[in-house]
Every structure is written in structure tokens, then in C-alpha cells.
């Protein structure tokens, strides 16, 4: 069910063109009559004199019921959050413009999301065009999902264990396109995508009851938990009768994929394609937070390429 009021001022003031305030209400319930999301957003927007536009949100999101969070198992509670975004961006249909937002979240559970992300577009001349979006996210995501262990868990959970981490995951990844007319027939089309990302799991514990998010953190309650020289975990419960092993989850993650065409319309209608695509990708079992040397060290990685020739050909029927 969704609700929503908006004003809008189209009338130009002295340091504005114009500007729209908005409030909605989403929410969604399942057969059950648990509410599985409640989402209230207040929205603001203003389109300066300059033609720029500034605009930002707040939303906040109660508790709710998450059917998905167990991976088949019961239903789990989801925590209180808020999120607050603000956008600045450049007049719009500019021959070069650009786009910055800044994102900031929290919940009840002492999670938090920070995100900087944008978007600059260049246009030196009429055949040649570049674009360029970076990403970067830092979360600590307090009920990250692991694995699930069957048989021994507690009754509240009907018998098996789900187990969840705190994670602390940072992503950077930059999306790049350029496109460039040769001639009246033949242009060329480049895009890269270099991806760096990175998790380190911590706290490790399993659900303490069903439609419930409190965790029995792992080294409380009679249980132990240690690592070993390859960061699997090794963990015991009820005075070492039960026995779970945890490979390591941490990760960093490297990835490269690009693709350029080259497009000649030799005569009309008929059209050669000449593509070039790489796919590159690299793992390690570490949790070093990611940065700029990570996104270079992304066309290093290995992979595959792939060649490829079409032409198409227009036979004309009268």
C-alpha cells in the first residue's frame, strides 16, 4: 500500500526556479498479518536560479519481519533504520554536467552505511563523448547471514542453528564509457567497469528465537569460538558435545570487464561489428578495505577475452 502528498512551486523567486516538497508512506504485509516493510520518506527538491538542482531525502523504516533473512528458516526480525541522502547536480541537458550524492544510514543495531557516489560527463566535441561513475560504499551490516546447521539448535529455532556476523564491507567500483565518431560511418564504443570490494565477518552467533533479532554470540553461553592459521572457524556448545566449523568467509574481491565495438556502416544498411570483451576476475581470503590502488589492480587480474566478428547485410527487395 503506498500513500503520498506533494507540493510543487513552479513560479520563479529570487534565488530559485522553482521547487517540490514530497511525503509517502509505503508498506506491505504478508497473509499472516506481519508487516514485512513500513518505509516513510520526506522529500525535498529545489531548482536553483544557476539551474542547478539540489535535492535530498530522509526515510526511516520501524521494525518489521524478514521471511527471506533465514534462508528458509523462520521468520526473523528486522531492526529500526533511518537513511539520509543529498543530491547536487548540474543543469540538466548541459553539454558537460555532473552528479554528486553523499548517502548516510544507521539502525538500532549499530549498523551504518556511508556512500559517495556521482557522475561527470564531457562532451570536447561533437564526435567525442566520455563519461565516468564512481561508486564508493563503506557498510556494517550488524545481521549478515552465514550458514545454517541442522540438528542441535535450540527449540525457539526449531532445531537448527542459523548463524549471522557483523560485517564491515567496503566496495569501490568505477563504470566508464566513451564513445568516439571516426566518421559519417564508422564509430567507436569503449566501456570499463573496474569492481574492488571487501568483507571481514566478526561476531558470530546464532539466532537466539524465531521473529526475534538477538544473537547468541559464539564464546558466550557455554560456547567457545577460535580460528585457526587459515581463519576457519571451530566452534563448540554445550560443554564441547556439539562441534561446527566455519570456513573462513572473509573476502577481497577484484573484477574487470570492459568491451569495445567498433561499428563500420560500409554501405546502408549493411554493418560490421568488430567487438573486443574482457572479463576479468580475482579472489583472496583477506578483509583489506578497499581504495584507488585496488581499481588499477583490477586490469591485472586474470580472465578471459573474447573476439568476435558480425555483419549484417540489407538486400534490398523491390
Given at each position: ?11 520563479p ?23 514485512q ?56 541537458g ?64 526449531y532445531?537448527?542453528r542459523y ?18 565518431t ?20 566478526y ?7 524465531a ?5 547468541r ?26 562441534t ?45 578495505l ?29
Amino acid at each position: 500500500m503506498f500513500a503520498g502528498l506533494i507540493y510543487r512551486q513552479t513560479k520563479p523567486r529570487a534565488w530559485f526556479q522553482n521547487y517540490n516538497a514530497a511525503l509517502s508512506a509505503f508498506t506491505e504485509y504478508d497473509f499472516g498479518g506481519d508487516r514485512q516493510v513500513l518505509f516513510t520518506e520526506l522529500y525535498g527538491e529545489v531548482v536553483l536560479k544557476n539551474f542547478w538542482d539540489l535535492s535530498s531525502y530522509f526515510d526511516y523504516q520501524p521494525r518489521s519481519f524478514d521471511h527471506s533473512a533465514t534462508r528458509g528458516g523462520p521468520e526473523m526480525a528486522t531492526p529500526e533504520r533511518w537513511n539520509w541522502v543529498v543530491r547536487l547536480a548540474s543543469k540538466f541537458g548541459a553539454k558537460n554536467s555532473w552528479v554528486g550524492r553523499v548517502y548516510y544510514g544507521e539502525d538500532e543495531l549499530d549498523g551504518q552505511t556511508y556512500r559517495l557516489s556521482g557522475e561527470i560527463s564531457l562532451r570536447p566535441s561533437t564526435r567525442f563523448q566520455f563519461s565516468a561513475t564512481p561508486n564508493y560504499l563503506r557498510a556494517i551490516s550488524p545481521r549478515q547471514y552465514l550458514t545454517t546447521f541442522t540438528g542441535g539448535g535450540p527449540a525457539a529455532t526449531y532445531g537448527s542453528r542459523y548463524v549471522f556476523a557483523r560485517i564491515d564491507q567496503s566496495t569501490f567500483l568505477m563504470q566508464l564509457r566513451a564513445n568516439y565518431t571516426i566518421g559519417p560511418d564508422l564509430t567507436l564504443e569503449l566501456y570499463g567497469e573496474p569492481f574492488a570490494a571487501s568483507g571481514r565477518y566478526y561476531g558470530l552467533g546464532e539466532l537466539a528465537a524465531a521473529r526475534t533479532f538477538q544473537l547468541r554470540e559464539y564464546g558466550t553461553s557455554g560456547s567457545t569460538i577460535a580460528r585457526d592459521s587459515a581463519r576457519d572457524y571451530t566452534i563448540t556448545d554445550n560443554g564441547g558435545a556439539d562441534t561446527l566449523r566455519i570456513g573462513n568467509p572473509d573476502f577481497n574481491i577484484l573484477s574487470f570487464r570492459s568491451n569495445a565495438v567498433l561499428r563500420w556502416e560500409w554501405r546502408p544498411g549493411s554493418t560490421l561489428y568488430l567487438v573486443w570483451a574482457q572479463n576479468k576476475f580475482g579472489y583472496q581470503p583477506t578483509a583489506r578495505l578497499v581504495g584507488f590502488g585496488d581499481l588499477a589492480d583490477s586490469f591485472g587480474a586474470r580472465g578471459d577475452n573474447f573476439f568476435a566478428v558480425k555483419v549484417s547485410y540489407w538486400i534490398p527487395v523491390h
